[in-house]
Every structure is written in structure tokens, then in C-alpha cells.
């Protein structure tokens, strides 16, 4: 199985301020022969179902706001947001569906400084 | 707008079994697998299986391979979990999600999630 390490596990992040969300797969996750990475970001708000963020590792699912990017190819990848607002808290999670099992990082916390 | 709903969960005695259900609505069905992801408390999210557009694919999590049977019925614009032989690591939020194709291969991401629907295995 593909194993997705996040970084870090937990995250304080002053509002209007850069917050980054690192994740690394076990294996590449870049599928040489349509050069995509099977890699999906998923933010989860307390109490609620996760929430698609990125697919393709930088496409972002419609209705994610501009401020949320997508990065990286083969192995490692970034989540970034660039004005962290005060509805941004939530765990992270990535994702890789490159091969089965489908398999999460273990999520990444990310709270107001 | 896409709608999933889960329900059926609830609390079981290990070895005993119990089915999940879930309806769609709000996306033409019978176009897009199904997901089924589970949460214990506290802990990461964990996929559990997936089944085609048709139902003629599904694949599953080792961890409950033999023991769980995906299912769907596209006439119904629905999709089902059948949990046999259930184990207390089988506690969880049991989501249910839409893919973002037919994902005939198994290769597919979640788009949408239901609000998940709470199986507690406890003697």
C-alpha cells in the first residue's frame, strides 16, 4: 500500500497570514502516461463530512477559493493557502488514488495563531 | 444539488452483521461509482471500498475484504455496504461519496460526501 505522510501534524497560523500543508507518498503517484498525479485535498471542518479541495494534485473543485493552491508532481506535494481567514480551520487531509487501496495521509490541523 | 445520505448504522455486536444504505440525488446516478470511506474516532479517514457506475467493478480495503459486499442499485439512486462479521476495529463514521467518474478501474477521487452515519460494534 501507498503510504501518505503529512507535515506537520498540527498548525498555527496568525489571520491573513501563509499556511502550508506538506504531504509525501511512499511512491510516486504521477502516471507517466497521462502525467497526472492521482493526488486529492480534502479540508474538514468540526463536525462535518471532508470536503474536496484539489484534484490532479492542482485542480481545484469548483466553488474552492482562489486563495487555496495546489502543488508538487510525483511524490511530494503542497497544500498552501495564502490568507489564512477564520472559516480556513479545519484538518487537511491528501489523498492519493493512484493505486488500491486509496489511502489517506493522517490529516494536518491547522488553527488560528 | 448533489445530495448523499447514509443511514442504517448503529450499535452490533461483534460477529453480528448490519447493512448501510445509501441514497443520491441531484447528479444522474447511474454516470458515477460510489465510495465508502469510514472515520473511527479520532483517527484518519480510511477507504473502504468503491463500485463502478454499473456495478460490474468494486474493489475494497484489505481490512475488510471477504467481510464487506458493496452493492448499488441505479434503478433506486441508491448504494449499499453489507458488513459481515463485524469487529470492534470496524467502529466508525461511515461515509458515503460520490466519485468523480465511472471509475471502472477503481482509480477515483470523492467529490461529495454524505454527512456519514455511525456503526458501533460492542458487546
Known amino acids: 500500500d501507498i503510504v501518505m505522510t503529512q507535515s506537520p501534524d498540527s498548525l498555527a497560523v496568525s489571520l491573513g497570514e501563509r499556511a502550508t500543508v506538506n504531504c509525501k507518498s511512499s511512491?510516486?503517484?504521477?502516471?507517466?502516461?497521462?502525467?497526472?498525479?492521482?493526488l486529492a485535498w480534502y479540508q474538514q471542518t468540526p463536525g462535518q463530512p471532508p470536503k474536496l479541495l484539489f484534484y490532479?494534485?492542482?485542480t481545484r473543485h469548483s466553488g474552492v477559493p482562489d486563495r487555496f493552491r495546489g502543488s508538487g508532481s510525483g511524490a511530494d506535494f503542497t497544500l498552501t493557502i495564502s490568507s489564512l481567514q477564520p472559516e480556513d480551520v479545519a484538518v487537511y487531509y491528501c489523498?492519493?488514488?493512484?493505486?488500491?487501496?486509496?489511502?489517506f495521509g493522517q490529516g494536518t490541523r491547522l488553527e488560528i495563531k | 444539488q448533489v445530495q448523499v445520505v447514509e443511514s442504517g448504522g448503529g450499535v452490533v455486536q461483534p460477529g453480528r452483521s448490519l447493512r448501510l444504505s445509501c441514497a443520491a440525488s441531484g447528479f444522474t446516478f447511474s454516470d458515477y461509482a460510489m465510495h465508502w470511506v469510514r472515520q473511527a474516532p479520532g483517527k484518519r479517514l480510511e477507504w473502504v471500498a468503491v463500485?463502478?457506475?454499473?456495478?460490474?467493478?468494486?474493489y475494497y480495503a484489505d481490512s475488510v475484504k471477504g467481510r464487506f459486499t458493496i452493492s448499488r442499485d441505479n434503478s433506486k439512486n441508491m448504494v449499499y455496504l453489507q458488513m459481515n462479521s463485524l469487529r470492534a476495529e470496524d467502529t466508525a463514521l461511515y461515509y458515503c461519496a460520490k466519485s468523480n467518474g465511472y471509475c471502472t478501474n477503481g482509480l477515483c477521487y470523492a467529490n461529495y460526501w454524505g454527512q456519514g452515519t455511525l456503526v458501533t460494534v460492542s458487546s
Open positions: 463500485m463502478s457506475y454499473d456495478g460490474t467493478k468494486e
Open positions: 489523498q492519493q488514488y493512484y493505486s488500491i487501496p486509496s489511502t
Open positions: 490532479w494534485a492542482s
Open positions: 511512491q510516486s503517484v504521477l502516471n507517466s502516461s497521462n502525467n497526472k498525479n492521482y
